[in-house]
C-alpha cells in the first residue's frame, strides 16, 4: 500500500514506548534472544496502550498503536478487532485501513480481508501491492484459478518494483526475471536495496501462499535480512514484520518441507 496513509495514526503518543522498528543486529546475535526481547517490548507496549485505553475509549490512535503490537505478535484476530475498533470510532478512514486487510487475512478471515482491498482500490487504483494481497485473499477463499481470474485492472504506472511484481501473479514474468532486473538497473544502492525488499517479500509470500515452503524460506529471509523496510519506518517496517511473521509461521516443524 502507498503507506503514508494512516502515518498519523502510527507516530508515538506521549509517554508510550515507541513503535517497534527491527535494529540491524550482528550476524552472531542470539536469534532466540532477539525474539525474547521483540516479545517483551510489544507485551509492554499492549500492556501500556490498555491502560491509556481504558482512560481514553475513544482515542482511534491507541487501538491503531495496540492492534499494530497486536500484530507483530502474531496474535492476528486481536489486531483485526482493534483495527474494528478504529473503524468504528473513525468511519471515514474504513476505505483506506490496508492493515485491517492484511490482519484479517492473518486471521484467515480471507472473505472479509479481499473485501479490505477491494474498497482500498476504490481508494487508490494505482496501487499494485494492494491488488497483489486481494489476490491472496481470494486464493485462499476461492482458489487460485478464480484469484487470477479476479485480479484487479490498473491502468497507470505505479513506484516500482510493483510494476513487475504484478506481472508476477497475471503469469507474464519469472522471480528470476524481477530479481535481474532489479540487480542491472541503474539505480542508487539506497533504491536497489528497496526494490530487493519488496521483490524478496512478494515472492517469498507467493511461494508460501503455492505451498513452496522451502523456497519462501529463502526468498523471505532474505526480505528479513533487507533493514530498508525498518529504516523506512510506518508501512514498510510493518510489511518488514509481516515477513518476518510468515517466515516464523512457515519455519515450525509441521512446515519443514
Known amino acids: 500500500m502507498r503507506f503514508w496513509i494512516l502515518?498519523?495514526?502510527?507516530?508515538?503518543?506521549?509517554?508510550?514506548?515507541?513503535?517497534?522498528?527491527?535494529?540491524?543486529?550482528?550476524?552472531?546475535?542470539?536469534?532466540?534472544?532477539?525474539?525474547?526481547?521483540?516479545?517483551?517490548?510489544?507485551?509492554?507496549?499492549?500492556?501500556?496502550?490498555?491502560?491509556?485505553?481504558?482512560?481514553?475509549?475513544?482515542?482511534?490512535?491507541?487501538?491503531?498503536r495496540r492492534g499494530d503490537a497486536y500484530f507483530f505478535l502474531g496474535q492476528f484476530k486481536q489486531a483485526v478487532a482493534d483495527y474494528d475498533k478504529m473503524v468504528e470510532l473513525d468511519p471515514s478512514i474504513k476505505t483506506s485501513h490496508w492493515r485491517r486487510g492484511i490482519a484479517c487475512y492473518y486471521a484467515k478471515q480471507y472473505a472479509d480481508a479481499a473485501r479490505q482491498f477491494e474498497i482500498y482500490h476504490s481508494f487508490d487504483n494505482v496501487d499494485r501491492e494492494n491488488g497483489i494481497w486481494r489476490f491472496f485473499s481470494q486464493f485462499q477463499a476461492k482458489g487460485p484459478g478464480a484469484a487470477q481470474k479476479g485480479l484487479l485492472k490498473y491502468e497507470k504506472d505505479d513506484r516500482e518494483p510493483f510494476p513487475d511484481l504484478y506481472r508476477l501473479f497475471e503469469g507474464k514474468t519469472t522471480p528470476d526475471a524481477i530479481l535481474k532486473a532489479i540487480n542491472t538497473a541503474e539505480i542508487s544502492d539506497q533504491e536497489r536495496e528497496k526494490r530487493l525488499f519488496?521483490?524478496?517479500?512478494?515472492?517469498?509470500?507467493?511461494?508460501?501462499?503455492?505451498?513452496?515452503?522451502?523456497?519462501?524460506?529463502?526468498?523471505?529471509?532474505?526480505?528479513?535480512?533487507?533493514?530498508?523496510?525498518?529504516?523506512?519506518?510506518?508501512?514498510?517496517?510493518?510489511?518488514?514484520?509481516?515477513?518476518?511473521l510468515e517466515l516464523q509461521l512457515i519455519s515450525t516443524p509441521e512446515n519443514q518441507k
Open 198 to 244: 519488496y521483490a524478496n517479500l512478494y515472492i517469498g509470500l507467493n511461494e508460501s501462499l503455492h505451498g513452496r515452503k522451502a523456497k519462501a524460506r529463502t526468498y523471505l529471509q532474505q526480505a528479513v535480512d533487507n533493514q530498508w523496510g525498518p529504516r523506512a519506518g510506518f508501512g514498510p517496517n510493518y510489511m518488514w514484520h509481516t515477513g518476518r
Open 7 to 64: 502515518c498519523s495514526l502510527m507516530l508515538c503518543l506521549p509517554g508510550l514506548t515507541p513503535p517497534v522498528h527491527a535494529d540491524p543486529q550482528p550476524a552472531s546475535a542470539d536469534k532466540t534472544a532477539q525474539k525474547k526481547a521483540l516479545q517483551q517490548e510489544l507485551e509492554q507496549q499492549i500492556e501500556e496502550l490498555s491502560e491509556r485505553i481504558k482512560a481514553a475509549p475513544r482515542e482511534t490512535a491507541l487501538y491503531s
